[in-house]
């Protein structure tokens, strides 16, 4: 009797490609250790944002994504992809004018006071649309947030339809697209960077990314050169041709008044790299701290009519802010064109026209 060969051992049923096992595929890519990890393209990580958005990676698998990320440090094209994701799924704003769009770090401001929304204002009574963007307190700084400060100076901005912040755009020249409000998706990330307890390369993407759309300057914060040649890179890839770098404080697009700042403008195969040297202007001096935002409250309606402890901050800001938006021709006419619109009280009239409007 000839031996029967024994049965074939079942084979497995294919696994479908669902976001979970397409997430783990990049979890692999991004977190096989320094010498076998391998990047993403951009397509690859926009479809891993987008899972992590639309909750189709579990949060086991999106933790150990944003920490293995973190340490690999993400790739120009990788966060090019992320960009695209927060394009097409976030909030849009247009203006007729282009606009001066800032990227300031969504965890807030802990160390230093806060210059940015008086410099917004200083701009946009210039007649430049500005566009901020921001969230609630969240980690890892859990600093002072946009919405808090603008509140401390009267204007309510929570819960806000989109529609109403476009509305504020074209009449004030002013909006601020708050992240719990206009793009609930990107909320869903909150709680597992919370427990992460490190800040993921998701923090330098909200760096990056402006609801504008249409002309405008991008300014971006950055605390570390490698991290401002990436986003360099990613912006290109983008097609984000108008960017301007900021070594600003904390990160943000503050410029200080203690130091030099060091700045880019990439152009080409140029990085624009700009030393602005505060003391040459008569705006030295010492970068003032946060405390409070009563006393913050205080102290920025005093800048917006040209005096007190944040008045020299302010000017150097937006005085350099209104040069590199191509309203003035050099840096000191941008200054002294700040100090008459605060002289002449601009800024606090285009306060008190939003508050009288903004019930």
Known sequence: MVAQAPAAPPQPEPVPASGRY??????GKVGSG???????????????????????????????????????????????????????????????????CFGIPFDGRSRTAPIYPLTALVLASAGIPVVLQGGR?????????????????????????????????????????????????????????????????????????????????????????????????????????????????????DLPISRACVTGRPDGDSDGRQILHPRDHGCYGEDPRWESLELWAGQAFAALGGQGPLATSLIWNAGTYLWQAGHNASQEAGLAQCRELLHDGAALRLLDAIRQQTP
């Open 22 to 27: 397409r997430f783990r595929t990049y979890l």
């Open 137 to 253: 307190r969240m980690p890892v700084k859990y600093g002072v947030t946009a919405l808090e400060l603008f509140a401390a100076l009267g204007l309510a901005l929570q819960g806000r339809s989109l529609a109403w912040v476009q509305q504020g755009l074209e009449r004030w020249k002013l909006a601020l697209v708050h992240q719990p409000d206009h793009f609930p998706d990107a909320e869903v990330l909150i709680p597992i960077r919370e427990d992460i307890g490190k800040r993921p390369p998701l923090a330098s993407l909200e760096l990056l990314w402006t609801p504008h759309q249409g002309p405008h300057l991008l300014v971006s914060g950055f605390v570390h050169p490698p991290t401002e040649a990436r986003a360099w890179q990613a912006l290109k890839l983008a097609g984000e041709t108008n960017v301007l770098t900021i070594k600003g404080l904390e990160g943000s697009t």
């Open 34 to 100: 320094e010498h076998t990890s391998s990047g993403l393209t951009r397509e690859e990580a926009a479809d891993a944002l987008e899972l992590m958005l639309n909750g189709e990676a579990s949060p086991a698998q999106i933790g150990a994504f944003l920490i293995a990320h973190r340490i690999r440090r993400p790739e120009p094209q990788e966060l090019t992809g992320m960009l695209d994701v927060y394009r097409r799924q976030g909030p849009q704003l247009h203006s007729p004018e282009p606009a001066l």
